[in-house]
């Protein structure tokens, strides 16, 4: 079960430099396992103090939860548009990736290091970025995060490609909406 959100607005968390103005309104929803627990704290805290506006969507200890309910927030979380991208963690980044991108809606990108946040950005449009708190240093991740917010998706052909995804969950439902109602 996910207990309410923490948003870095209520709590005034959030940097107050002019440097980092420009950001500040971009929304990030961040969710975590309890194996993925510290890493979402660390990167809590950098992107804070880099004036970004958080929703910490849990855990908020190590004690052992379950990854879906949290890539699930999360997702749900980013298509609702009330943040703008996601960031989930989990031992290795894939069950809760796997689990946001149960989420009509949702592109969550595991990456392990700089050049694939990078092309998961501007190749396939990410909207969640998912990571290993079991696999990256503390180090390595503020770089991926820092990589993946930086990086605009590149459009043209790859726009293509990003809409037969959602061709895909649309049919999808088309297809679950027929089992159901058949005839
Ligand atoms: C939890 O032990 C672990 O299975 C989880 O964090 C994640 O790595 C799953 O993909």
Wanted: with cysteine; aromatic share 4%.
């Amino acid at each position: 079960m996910i207990d309410k959100p923490r948003d870095s607005r209520e709590t005034g968390e959030r940097s107050s430099s002019s440097a980092t103005a420009e950001r500040s309104a971009q929304r990030i929803a961040l969710g975590a396992d309890h194996a993925g627990f510290a890493l979402k704290e660390t990167i809590r805290k950098h992107l804070e103090q880099a004036g970004y506006v958080i929703e910490d969507l849990g855990t908020w200890s190590e004690e052992s939860v379950d990854y879906p309910d949290f890539g699930r927030a999360v997702g749900e979380r980013v298509v609702a548009r009330q943040s703008d991208v996601g960031i989930a963690v989990c031992g290795t980044g894939i069950g809760i990736s796997i689990a946001a991108n149960k989420v009509p809606g949702v592109r969550a990108a595991v990456a392990h290091d700089v050049m694939t946040a990078r092309l998961a950005r501007e190749h396939n449009d990410a909207n969640v970025l998912a990571l290993g708190g079991r696999v990256v240093t503390e180090a390595q991740a503020i770089e991926i995060v820092d990589t993946f917010l930086g990086t605009r998706f590149a459009g043209g052909r790859h726009q293509r490609r990003v809409n037969k995804i959602a061709d895909i969950e649309r049919d999808e439902r088309a297809s679950a909406t027929r089992a159901k109602n058949p005839g």
